[in-house]
């Protein structure tokens, strides 16, 4: 499930930090985020002009608003800017207990200026409590650590800072998250203390060299809360948000926002694997591939065999050399057929694919006993013909190659090319010759129109457009472009017959795989 995350934090109208940052981070780790605004800031990559905090008032009906209504599966607190709005806070924190809070206990930014009033330091402590982790850097590790007496001092040293934060731990009941992003040095170590269970756990990581660090408190925290609520467990959660925020780091500067310290790319790892692309759904595939060979079942339309089936002029050799072709080709369509069930992600796909295969077979054979029997003649005994050849050859290449997404798609025109002609010619779409019971071909066109046929080209359909809507892009591409290459055979398989007396159309001697 979608872990749904509220961030209560302050505006950075510059995008990098505050609930902007939290809304972006949440959402690159799969959270479903919302925000509650506890102050607006003035303030881009080189510092804040201005704060203004609306009346405590407004923010306490916010978070009623989205508690009233929405479960709550994470909280982050980030800048809570004065006394006021952390009793707000915690008042309603008391009232609704979220099953998971991380405080980010925001009191200077990454450009020096005050985000919490002085005179709000004790009040964030009584906050402390409320939360299940706290996620200080150095700065404000001295201030929690510190008794609120002399000025705070901040730890110059790993081991000082872990000191400290055992020491905030102990005294609050919270597990604290030491970060040492503001460390001196090449290493950048975070550190997981909870003096509850008196354990620590060190994340190691060497220091990105870069100026892109606006909002990595901010971000942090958020994918800590959004990951907490999936996994349940705080070191897991840990480890995959530092991985996540050390990718989005290392493109911060490439993003060119700002002159100072920029912000990280949140979404660098989702944009780089794909995530900007969207997906059509299967009916929308279904349009686009069906009118995309629109071009080439016109050209079907108007092939002499075509007109010819279908007003019964056509004559007895080219018809039975057609059907010897079908024979052939069936043949070897039904063992790709059984590789596409073999190959199926699904019991279901499976099932349909070697029903399939048997139905194929089962057509072979009965043109044999039928159509193509002793009395035929040669036509119907010829060998495979150049373009038969051809056609099986691709659909034997998609089988070889084992992608069976891309092999069903190969397999799809001849379902749909030949419901579709049936359909039509039972319409009297190509005359009323063609429903003429007298017809010299009518047995062959009723199987045609076969109702079964047309449940099965339905169910063809929806496995390919559905694999190809939940494909990659590439790989629907590579679905598509072995999709038209069978239509383009299914135009040369039409036009064959005829290929002698008539010119070949110009796309059908154009086939490639
Ligand atoms: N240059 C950097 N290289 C790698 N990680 C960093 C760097 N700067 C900050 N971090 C990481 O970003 C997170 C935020 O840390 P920090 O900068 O200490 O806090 P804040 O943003 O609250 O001041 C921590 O996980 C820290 O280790
Ligand atoms: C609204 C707001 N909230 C928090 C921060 C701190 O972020 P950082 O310390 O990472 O610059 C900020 N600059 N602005």
Same mark, same amino acid.
């Given at each position: 499930?979608?872990?749904?995350?509220?961030?209560?934090?302050?505006?950075?109208?510059?995008?990098?930090?505050?609930?902007?940052? *939290?809304?972006?981070?949440? @959402? /690159?780790?799969?959270?479903?985020?919302?925000?509650? +605004?506890?102050?607006?800031?003035?303030?881009? $990559?080189?510092?804040?002009?201005?704060?203004?905090?609306?009346?405590?008032?407004?923010?306490?009906?916010?978070?009623? &608003?989205?508690?009233?209504?929405?479960?709550?599966?994470?909280?982050?607190?980030?800048?809570?800017?004065?006394?006021?709005?952390?009793?707000?806070?915690? *008042?309603? #924190? /008391?009232?609704?207990?979220?099953?998971?809070?991380?405080?980010?206990?925001?009191?200077?930014?990454?450009?020096?200026?005050?985000?919490?009033?002085?005179?709000?330091?004790?009040?964030?402590?009584?906050?402390?409590? #409320?939360?299940?982790?706290?996620?200080?850097?150095?700065?404000?590790?001295?201030?929690? &650590?510190?008794?609120?007496?002399?000025?705070?001092?901040?730890?110059?040293?790993?081991?000082?800072?872990?000191?400290?934060?055992?020491?905030?731990?102990?005294?609050?009941?919270?597990?604290?998250?030491?970060?040492?992003?503001?460390?001196?040095?090449?290493?950048?170590?975070?550190?997981?203390?909870?003096?509850?269970?008196?354990? +620590?756990?060190?994340?190691?990581?060497?220091?990105?060299?870069?100026?892109?660090?606006?909002?990595?408190?901010?971000?942090?925290?958020?994918?800590?809360?959004? #990951?907490?609520?999936?996994?349940?467990?705080?070191?897991?959660?840990?480890?995959?948000?530092? !991985?996540?925020? !050390?990718?989005?780091?290392?493109?911060?500067?490439?993003?060119?926002?700002?002159?100072?310290?920029?912000?990280?790319?949140?979404?660098?790892?989702?944009?780089?694997?794909?995530?900007?692309?969207?997906?059509? $759904?299967?009916?929308?595939?279904?349009?686009?591939?069906?009118?995309?060979? &629109? *071009?080439?079942?016109?050209?079907?339309?108007?092939?002499?065999?075509?007109?010819?089936?279908?007003?019964?002029?056509?004559?007895?050799? =080219?018809?039975?050399?057609?059907?010897?072709?079908?024979? %052939?080709?069936?043949?070897?369509?039904? !063992?790709? #057929?059984?590789?596409?069930?073999?190959?199926? =992600?699904? /019991?279901?796909?499976?099932?349909?694919?070697?029903?399939?295969?048997?139905? @194929?077979?089962?057509?072979?054979?009965?043109?044999?006993?039928?159509?193509?029997?002793?009395?035929?003649?040669?036509?119907?005994?010829? =060998?495979?013909?150049?373009?038969?050849?051809?056609?099986?050859?691709?659909?034997?290449?998609?089988?070889?190659?084992? *992608?069976?997404?891309?092999?069903?798609?190969?397999?799809?025109?001849?379902?749909?090319?030949?419901?579709?002609?049936?359909?039509?010619? /039972?319409?009297?779409?190509?005359?009323?010759?063609?429903?003429?019971?007298? %017809?010299?071909?009518?047995?062959?066109?009723?199987?045609?129109?076969?109702?079964?046929?047309?449940?099965?080209?339905?169910?063809? +359909?929806?496995?390919?457009?559905?694999?190809?809507?939940?494909?990659?892009?590439?790989?629907?591409?590579?679905? %598509?472009?072995?999709?038209?290459?069978?239509? !383009?055979?299914?135009?040369?398989?039409?036009?064959?017959?005829?290929?002698?007396?008539?010119?070949?159309? &110009?796309?059908?001697?154009?086939?490639?795989?």
């Amino acid at each position: 499930m979608t872990a749904r995350v509220l961030s209560i934090a302050g505006s950075d109208p510059s995008g990098g930090a505050g609930i902007q940052a *939290d809304l972006k981070s949440i @959402s /690159a780790v799969g959270g479903y985020g919302m925000a509650a +605004i506890t102050a607006l800031t003035a303030q881009n $990559t080189r510092g804040v002009r201005a704060v203004h905090v609306p009346p405590a008032g407004f923010l306490a009906a916010q978070l009623d &608003a989205i508690s009233d209504d929405i479960t709550i599966d994470a909280v982050k607190l980030g800048m809570l800017a004065n006394a006021e709005v952390i009793r707000t806070v915690a *008042d309603w #924190l /008391a009232r609704t207990r979220p099953p998971i809070v991380v405080l980010d206990p925001v009191m200077v930014a990454t450009s020096g200026d005050r985000l919490l009033d002085a005179d709000a330091e004790s009040a964030m402590r009584e906050l402390l409590p #409320l939360a299940d982790l706290v996620t200080p850097n150095l700065g404000e590790l001295a201030v929690l &650590a510190g008794s609120g007496g002399g000025p705070p001092v901040v730890a110059t040293t790993w081991a000082e800072a872990i000191a400290q934060a055992e020491s905030v731990s102990a005294r609050y009941g919270v597990r604290v998250l030491a970060k040492g992003g503001h460390l001196a040095g090449d290493a950048a170590p975070d550190a997981l203390v909870d003096a509850a269970t008196a354990t +620590i756990v060190d994340f190691g990581g060497e220091r990105i060299a870069t100026t892109a660090t606006h909002g990595t408190g901010c971000s942090l925290s958020s994918a800590i809360a959004t #990951l907490a609520a999936e996994h349940g467990d705080w070191p897991a959660a840990i480890t995959e948000a530092r !991985r996540w925020l !050390r990718e989005s780091l290392r493109h911060g500067e490439a993003l060119g926002v700002g002159g100072g310290h920029g912000p990280v790319n949140h979404f660098a790892g989702l944009w780089a694997r794909g995530g900007t692309r969207t997906a059509p $759904t299967p009916a929308e595939v279904e349009a686009e591939w069906w009118a995309g060979i &629109a *071009d080439l079942r016109h050209e079907i339309d108007g092939l002499p065999f075509i007109r010819g089936l279908a007003d019964g002029s056509l004559e007895r050799e =080219p018809f039975l050399g057609y059907l010897a072709q079908d024979a %052939h080709y069936l043949r070897d369509y039904a !063992r790709v #057929l059984a590789e596409a069930s073999r190959l199926a =992600p699904d /019991a279901a796909g499976q099932a349909f694919w070697a029903n399939s295969a048997h139905g @194929s077979i089962i057509g072979e054979l009965e043109l044999h006993t039928g159509w193509l029997g002793p009395e035929a003649g040669t036509a119907a005994s010829a =060998p495979p013909d150049a373009t038969t050849t051809a056609y099986l050859d691709h659909l034997l290449a998609s089988a070889q190659r084992g *992608d069976h997404a891309v092999l069903i798609a190969a397999l799809l025109p001849c379902f749909w090319i030949y419901t579709d002609l049936g359909e039509r010619l /039972a319409a009297g779409e190509f005359g009323e010759a063609a429903l003429d019971p007298a %017809h010299p071909y009518a047995s062959w066109l009723a199987t045609y129109a076969d109702p079964g046929f047309t449940v099965a080209t339905r169910e063809a +359909i929806g496995f390919v457009t559905r694999a190809a809507a939940g494909a990659t892009p590439e790989h629907r591409e590579r679905m %598509h472009r072995a999709f038209v290459a069978s239509a !383009r055979h299914e135009l040369a398989f039409f036009a064959a017959p005829l290929a002698a007396a008539s010119a070949t159309p &110009a796309s059908a001697g154009a086939v490639t795989a």
